[in-house]
C-alpha cells in the first residue's frame, strides 16, 4: 500500500550521505521519510553488537571537525551535539616494524617525518600540503558545486567571488606523484611506500592517480584532529536520524527498496517485501552501480554508463575481535601497519586496526577491548560464488596472516581471544546492498573522478543521488560533503 503522502522526500538509505541531506531538508521545512534496508542505521558508519562487545560495522576514524570542513558545518548548522573526544594522537603507522606517529601539529609532524624519513624537503613537501590542503577545504566549502558534473554547475562555478580560487589550478592538473617528484621525494622508497599506503586510506588510489587537490587534503586528513565516539561511531547517525525526527520526519527499518518507478512528476517505490510508497521526491543513497537495476528500464542506460565509466571498487576484509585487554600500544587507537608480504588472496600489504576507548564499556566488557581491523580487498567479488567450505577456510587463512602480520601492535595468543569473526564484500553486498560488495567509494583516478563524477541531480527529475560514488573523495566528511551538496541542489532546483 501507499503509505508516505505526508513526506515531499524519500530517501533511499541511512548512510551518511543520505542522513546529511536528509536532516538538511528537515532542517529546512520538508517532511523526510528515510527507508533503511538494514534494521540498524548508518550503513558503513554503524556499530553493531556481537558477543557482549560491540564492533564497528566499518569506518572507525571521525575527522572534518576543523574550518571549511563538513562535519563542521554541520554542527553548526544543525545543531548536532555529538559526545566527542579528541585522541591525542590521530593515528600510529606502522613502517617495517617501527612507529611513526602522525602527530596533529604542522612541526610535530615534520619533526618526526625528518627523523623517520631523512630531512630533504619533508618541511617543503608538508608545509605545501597543509596549504593547498587549506584551500581545498575552502573551496568544497564555498562552492559546492565545484567538481562541476553539469552545465549548471560550470555556470555557478564560473561566478566572480570563485575567481581567488584559480590558483589551485595547477595542483588540479598535477598528480600527487608529480608533486613528491617536484621534491625528489620519489627517490626515496621508504617514503613512497608510507605516503601510497596512507593514501589508500582515503583516497583509495595511490600517489599517481591522485591529483594533489585530492591528494594534499588525503595526506594531511590522517593526522587531523580525530574523535572519538562513546558508543560506537552509530552515535552519528542516530543524532542525525534524531534531527530528522525532530522536524516531523521517520525513519522505516527492514525496507529495501527494490524499484523506482515515475509517476507523473513524482515516484512509486516498491520495497522487497511487497510494500508501496510513493513521492514527489527521491533521493537515493544507494551506489551508482545498484541504480541501473533499480529504475525504469528508458532511465537505466545513464546508470549503466555511468557504472561502466568507473568500473573498479575496492571490496574490505574485515576481522573483529574481542580482547583482553593487556596491550601497551592499544593506548593508540588507531594504528596502520604497512608490511612487506602480500596477504594471501588479496595481495594487501597494510591494515588498518582500531580499538575502543578502554573507558568505553558499551563497546567491551571491563579487562577487555573491542578490535577492528580491516583492509583493502582489489576483487571483492571472488567471495561470491565459493563453496560455503572454501569461504570459510579462505576467511581463517586471511584471519590468520593478519594476525601475524600485526604482532608490533597486537601480540595476541589465543587465550586473549574471547571473540573472533570476520567479514568479506559478500557481507557488505548482502548486510546494506553494496552492489559487488564494493565499498569506500570510487577509488581516484586522475582527472576523471574530478571533472567526470556522477551528479547529484539525475536525467529523472526530482531523482536524486548522495553519497561516497557520488563525490571525489571517501570517508566520512566527503559523504557528508555530498548530502550538503545534494541539499543544496534541491534547494535551487525548488528556487527554479
Ligand atoms: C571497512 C571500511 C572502513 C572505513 N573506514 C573509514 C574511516 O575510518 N573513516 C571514514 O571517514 N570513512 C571510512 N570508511 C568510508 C565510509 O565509511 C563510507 O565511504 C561512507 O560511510 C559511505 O556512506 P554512504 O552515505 O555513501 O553510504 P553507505 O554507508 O553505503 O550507506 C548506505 C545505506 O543505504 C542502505 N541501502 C542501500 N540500498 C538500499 C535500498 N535499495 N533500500 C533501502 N536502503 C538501502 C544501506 O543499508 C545503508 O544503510 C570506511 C569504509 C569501510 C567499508
Known amino acids: 500500500m501507499a503509505t508516505s503522502h505526508r513526506f515531499d522526500i524519500i530517501v533511499i538509505g541511512s548512510g551518511i550521505g543520505g542522513l546529511t541531506a536528509g536532516a538538511l531538508l528537515a532542517k529546512a521545512g520538508r517532511?523526510?521519510?528515510?527507508?533503511?534496508?538494514?534494521?540498524?542505521?548508518?550503513?558503513?558508519?554503524?556499530?553493531?553488537?556481537?558477543?557482549?562487545?560491540?564492533?564497528?560495522?566499518?569506518?572507525?576514524?571521525?575527522?572534518?571537525?576543523?574550518?571549511?570542513?563538513?562535519?563542521?558545518?554541520?554542527?553548526?548548522?544543525?545543531?548536532?551535539?555529538?559526545?566527542?573526544?579528541?585522541?591525542?594522537?590521530?593515528?600510529?603507522?606502522?613502517?617495517?616494524g617501527k612507529p611513526i606517529r602522525r602527530h596533529e601539529n604542522l612541526n610535530d609532524w615534520i619533526q618526526e617525518a625528518e627523523t623517520v624519513f631523512g630531512e630533504t624537503n619533508q618541511r617543503e613537501f608538508w608545509e605545501l600540503c597543509y596549504q593547498v590542503a587549506a584551500d581545498a577545504w575552502e573551496m568544497s566549502y564555498s562552492m559546492p558545486f565545484f567538481p562541476p558534473a553539469s552545465l549548471p554547475d560550470w555556470i555557478q562555478l564560473a561566478k566572480p567571488a570563485n575567481l581567488r580560487f584559480l590558483k589551485s589550478l595547477p595542483w588540479v592538473l598535477?598528480?600527487?606523484?608529480?608533486?613528491?617528484?617536484?621534491?625528489?621525494?620519489?627517490?626515496?622508497?621508504?617514503?613512497?611506500?608510507?605516503?601510497?599506503?596512507?593514501?589508500?586510506i582515503a583516497a583509495q588510489a595511490y600517489s599517481a592517480k591522485t591529483q594533489f587537490l585530492v591528494g594534499a587534503p588525503v595526506l594531511t586528513y590522517t593526522n587531523s584532529p580525530n574523535y572519538y565516539l562513546s558508543g560506537g561511531l552509530i552515535q552519528l547517525p542516530d543524532q542525525l536520524i534524531k534531527i530528522i525526527r525532530q522536524y516531523q520526519g521517520a525513519i522505516h527499518y527492514r525496507k529495501e527498496v527494490v524499484s523506482i518507478r515515475q509517476k507523473g512528476t513524482g515516484f512509486y517505490l516498491e520495497c522487497s517485501d511487497g510494500s508501496f510508497y510513493e513521492t514527489p521526491r527521491v533521493i537515493s543513497n544507494s551506489t551508482i552501480w545498484n541504480m541501473a537495476e533499480m529504475v525504469q528500464e528508458d532511465q537505466c542506460d545513464y546508470f549503466s554508463?555511468?557504472?561502466?565509466?568507473?568500473?573498479f571498487g575496492w571490496g574490505a576484509f574485515i576481522l573483529n575481535l574481542g580482547v583482553r585487554d593487556r596491550f601497551p600500544e592499544l593506548k593508540h587507537l588507531h594504528h596502520q601497519v604497512i608490511f612487506t608480504e602480500p596477504l594471501p588472496h588479496l595481495g594487501s600489504v597494510s591494515v588498518f586496526l582500531s580499538a575502543n576507548d578502554p573507558s568505553d564499556l558499551n563497546r567491551a566488557p571491563a579487562g577487555f577491548r573491542s578490535v577492528n581491523i580491516s583492509t583493502h580487498d582489489p576483487d571483492p567479488e571472488m567471495w561470491f560464488n565459493l563453496s560455503p567450505e572454501v569461504y570459510e577456510d579462505r576467511k581463517r587463512e586471511i584471519e590468520s596472516a593478519v594476525l601475524d602480520r600485526i604482532r608490533q601492535v597486537l601480540p595476541v595468543e589465543s587465550e586473549d581471544i574471547r571473540v573472533r569473526f570476520s567479514g568479506t564484500s559478500r557481507s557488505f553486498n548482502e548486510w546494506i546492498g553494496r552492489k559487488h560488495g564494493r565499498v569506500g567509494g570510487i577509488p581516484s583516478d586522475g582527472l576523471k573522478t574530478i571533472f567526470r563524477m556522477a551528479s547529484p541531480r539525475t536525467p529523472m527529475k526530482n531523482l536524486y543521488m548522495v553519497g561516497d560514488t557520488t563525490f571525489p573523495g571517501q570517508g566520512i566528511s566527503a559523504v557528508a560533503q555530498s548530502g550538503i551538496n545534494t541539499f543544496l541542489r534541491i534547494a535551487e532546483d525548488d528556487r527554479g
Not at 39 to 47: A, F, K
Not at 184 to 195: C, D, E, P, W
Not at 305 to 311: A, H, K, P, T, V
Open 31 to 96: 517532511k523526510v521519510l528515510i527507508l533503511e534496508k538494514n534494521h540498524l542505521p548508518g550503513g558503513c558508519v554503524s556499530t553493531f553488537p556481537r558477543s557482549g562487545f560491540r564492533f564497528e560495522a566499518g569506518a572507525t576514524t571521525l575527522m572534518g571537525f576543523d574550518r571549511f570542513q563538513p562535519m563542521d558545518r554541520l554542527e553548526r548548522e544543525l545543531g548536532l551535539h555529538l559526545d566527542r573526544k579528541k585522541l591525542d594522537i590521530p593515528m600510529t603507522v606502522w613502517l617495517d
Open 174 to 200: 598535477k598528480s600527487t606523484q608529480d608533486v613528491l617528484s617536484g621534491f625528489r621525494l620519489t627517490q626515496n622508497s621508504h617514503f613512497l611506500r608510507f605516503i601510497d599506503q596512507q593514501m589508500l
Open 305 to 311: 554508463r555511468l557504472g561502466r565509466r568507473f568500473d
